[in-house]
Nanobody
């Protein structure tokens, strides 16, 4: 699976932004895709995932109620809609994928096999 994340940029606090993760490869349609972010000097943190097995989304507490993950299978794309962004949302955002049959911790970076290149989000106050 190959992933490409895009849609980052500069946004004011309280604004909105939508990230896209375009996937390709034979098994992408059977892959769970999650979003992570990494701020300078910090570890890569879980943001959101939509588990194909349960169909339910999962979010980090810090983004719950503000971010929404969705998927368009026809376009092989997973989106992260970011609303009411805050300066602390500033980070490089990555999408990652793992086959749905692999039992991994989807809230940990180690639970994924493929990664996109990351896209920078900067939220100004």
């Amino acid at each position: 699976v190959q992933l490409q994340a895009f849609g980052g940029g500069l946004v004011q606090a309280g604004g909105s932004l939508r990230l896209s993760c375009a996937g390709s490869g034979r098994t992408f349609s059977s892959s769970v895709v999650g979003w992570f972010r990494q701020a300078p000097g910090k570890e890569r943190d879980f943001v959101a995932v939509r588990d194909l097995r349960s169909g339910s989304p999962g979010y980090a507490d810090s983004v719950k109620g503000r971010f929404t993950i969705s998927r368009d299978n026809a376009k092989n794309t997973v989106y992260l809609q970011m609303n009411y962004v805050k300066p602390e949302d500033t980070a490089v955002y990555f999408c990652a994928a793992v086959h749905m049959m692999k039992r991994t911790d989807l809230r940990q970076p180690s639970g994924y096999d493929s990664w996109g290149q990351g896209t920078q989000i900067t939220v100004s106050s």
